[in-house]
């Protein structure tokens, strides 16, 4: 675990710097806007150890795969999202000597993320040959008003010399993602002009899809307060486009460089139009300037946070985690635009390649319901709806027929495209994700239509790949389903992994429920689906029916627990109590070979499924399998902890609860898994926010209303979290007498506490003493 980070409620602080951190800072102090993102590199020259990062929700590349295109049912590609053409350049000499960080000295360095206000800022003092010493103050953010801008002020004063300062301000669409597969450069030059004094555009366009993306920049330079009007060069190179002026600076004045960048593509604009998009973008910032446009940055993260802030009293630590997460979510994904997802690492590095995976329906979805206007999480679910066509053909790849939906381990538009045998064919609990994000949706936000409109077409179609992908077993007289990996990836190609068998055969019960109840509803948008599908609902339904009475699960009556696959019990049994510390994380230390071979769990698996479904289990049941699974489980997955903490909330384990919630609130600042160099792990972020609202707070829905049973760390004085629920604002707060809950805007509510019914009106709350106290 490192942590070099200072602890602060509102902001992400590094002192000092330290050039082996720099990755990791990079991905921590990262900016986003819903629509693209970058990692915070300089904007000066830097020589040392980096990961240059710009990326551009939606804008992807199929980069071949290294391995198994030649076989049938592989993807050919992984889809990246690409590390686009990068903008942020302000480059010095300064006296013949360039501003490089890892060439020079480098005093007082402290670098900001103002997580409150939405902006990265970074200051230091470089020290130059001849013991020349500038100030340096620099300013940035990616505007969630005006989404296809980014803004930079940079500040330069020599401290004890009177030097010769050359600028460059650069558009650079020379650039490389780090993990191609061959080494292969995806950007192609289309256009680029520096006809105006004070403004560039650089147009270019990937290798495949046509994709493309126009860079604009305009800059104005002051010393002290008089402007500038320095005669600004035109420098060209391939793909490449800058202008460099030169003046002289005296000791103790300061340099002020603005640079306005728009950034715009095809995703949105027609690309005959696109230079003349982001001219447009320039002149509406110009026009506004950069402290108006800071200032109503400022004020939109404002509204954020009245939606979505979490306050905890008496531990900084756990503070600042929590907002350092809901701040990235808020940043990654506005819901505005239906044709994108999050990506595991969000806009903050390349791993994982920027797509979707199931984590966007298993945890990201119950952040963006509780904070967000029902339009945002419904997107997330259109998302899948409008590649139901694609999970088909994916199927059909596979040998299924009928209509039956695979949708894909990882995807940009809906083919699959993750090339590793045992995830691609055999991790299809996925399925089941995108199935229960439909039911955790209509439940929470009472929204049927969707079930109508969108919904059960994708219901049906899972459904009927769960029918094919079991068999009947003749000695088990059950029927089962072989081959798999559950969502423990330190397990592969294993036969009926419980979780797998039991989300399948939810999934067709929960089909059947919806067919029920469109055909009663509305009977004529019934017989649509059915034509369209071609959908024979009685010969499908009783083939359903016979599979979820008769679905083998393994369970071991000894233990009474269930046993997360057949022969789970052969594996020699450890707990996480007789591995060595320098043993974690085993993925970093064991052969892969070993960690298959032992019991070791990577993230919750069987209590994935206890807690999905929690209400079809008595807190006995739950409690046996809790103690048992996570005594193995390592957690080395990013989306692990907050599952068990959850868990660990309502069995009463609240030290643990509290261990695991501090565990996943800081996995990156703490990078306690040694790779958020990689980028953050935004999509389990959406987890830690759940171990607070459903874990500490308690918060379930039962029988279409909402239930309270909060408590308090021992390490807190007080904590609160604001929740939308069906129209109303409500804000429930905790402390070590009690909790009060206050429908902060909203038609009257009833609702639990505590499992006391209250009905608060507007503007009204209610409180009650913790049970026992």
Partial sequence: MN??????????????????NNRASESIFSLGNGRMGQRANFEETYSGDSLLGNYIGGI???DKTKVGWWKNGYPEYY??????????GIRFTIDGHELDLARCGVKDFVRTLNMRQGHLERSFRAVLPGNKIVQVRTTRFLSIVDDETGNIRYEIIPENFTGDFQVTLDLDGDIMNEDANYNEKFWDEVDKSASAANRATLTAKTKKLDFRVCLGMDFSMYINDEKMEPEAKPVEKEKYIAKKAAFQVRQGDQLTVYKHAAIVSTLNHEKERLTEAAEQQLDQAVEKGFERMLQEQANAWEKKWEDSDIVIDGDLAAQQGIRFNIFQLNQTYTGEDERLNIGPKGFTGEKYGGSTYWDTEAY??????????????RNLLLYRYKHLQKAIENAENLGFTNGAALYPMVTMNGEESHNEWEITFEEIHRNGAIAYA???????????????????EVLISISRFWRQRVNWSEPKQKYVMLGVTGPNEYENNVHNNWYTNLIATWTMEYTMYAIDKVNREDPERYQQIVDKLHFNDITETNEWREIIENMYFPYDPERKIYLQQEGYLDKEQKTTDDLKPEERPLNQTWSWDRILRSCFIKQADVLQGLYFLEDDYDPETIRRNFDFYESRTV?????????????????????????LYVRTARLDLDDYNNEVAEGCHVTSMAGTYMSIVEGFGGMRIQDKE????????DQWNLYSFIIKFRGR??????????????NQSGDPITLYLFGQKHTIGEQEHSEAAHPGS
């Fill in 3 to 20: 942590s070099y980070l200072k602890h602060d409620g509102w902001k992400i602080i590094e002192e000092g710097f330290t050039p082996a």
């Fill in 60 to 62: 992807y590349y199929p």
């Fill in 79 to 88: 889809a990246k999202v690409l590390n686009a053409p990068n903008w942020i």
């Fill in 364 to 377: 990201c979805l119950p952040f963006y319901l509780r904070t967000s206007d029902p339009s945002v999480p």
């Fill in 438 to 456: 439909i039911f955790n949706y209509m439940r929470y936000t009472s929204d049927e239509q969707y079930l109508f409109d969108y919904g059960l």
């Fill in 635 to 659: 957690h080395e997955s990013s989306l692990s902890p907050c599952v068990h903490a959850i868990l660990a909330s309502k069995l009463g384990y609240t030290e643990k609860a509290y261990n």
């Fill in 706 to 713: 909402l239930h309270f049973n909060p408590f308090i760390p």
């Fill in 729 to 742: 604002q409500l804000k429930l707060e905790v402390d070590k007498k009690g909790a009060r809950i206050y």
